[in-house]
């Protein structure tokens, strides 16, 4: 199996832009790390460990996780996940998908 990495930034707002502030979030299950920008705070983490919740004041929500996949589902199961935000009226506004790691983000009107 492989370690399927997936970042996704489902943002209500614009994206916040500043050099200096940003933190670092450790997921021990998945041995990975990401940087999370200024103005987002930890609200949850998983039960399963997979991963966590960050939100910020302005209404953004950043989402980081982990999960396995098979191998050579990764991007088929990431393609998934999209429409299924699209479907749940997600504008996905920007997706980055690779055999190793995946990204998307969007808005939806709203939340």
């Known amino acids: 199996m492989k ?6 930034c489902l943002c209500a707002t614009g994206p916040v832009f500043a050099a200096d502030g940003w933190t670092s979030y450790a997921n021990a299950r998945f041995a990975y ?14 039960d399963n460990g997979d991963g966590a ?4 004041t302005d209404g953004a929500r950043l ?5 396995f996949a098979d191998d050579g589902a990764f991007a ?10 699209r479907q749940k009226g997600w504008d996905i ?3 980055a998908v690779t055999p190793g790691w995946a990204s998307y983000s969007g808005t939806r009107s709203g939340t």
């Open 3 to 8: 370690l399927l990495l997936l970042i996704a």
């Open 93 to 95: 506004t920007y997706e």
């Open 63 to 67: 989402l980081i996780f982990g999960a």
């Open 33 to 46: 790390h990401a940087d999370v920008p200024p103005g987002f705070a930890l609200t949850r983490e998983s």
């Open 76 to 85: 088929a199961d990431i393609r998934q996940r999209i429409a299924w935000d």
């Open 53 to 56: 919740t960050f939100d910020s």
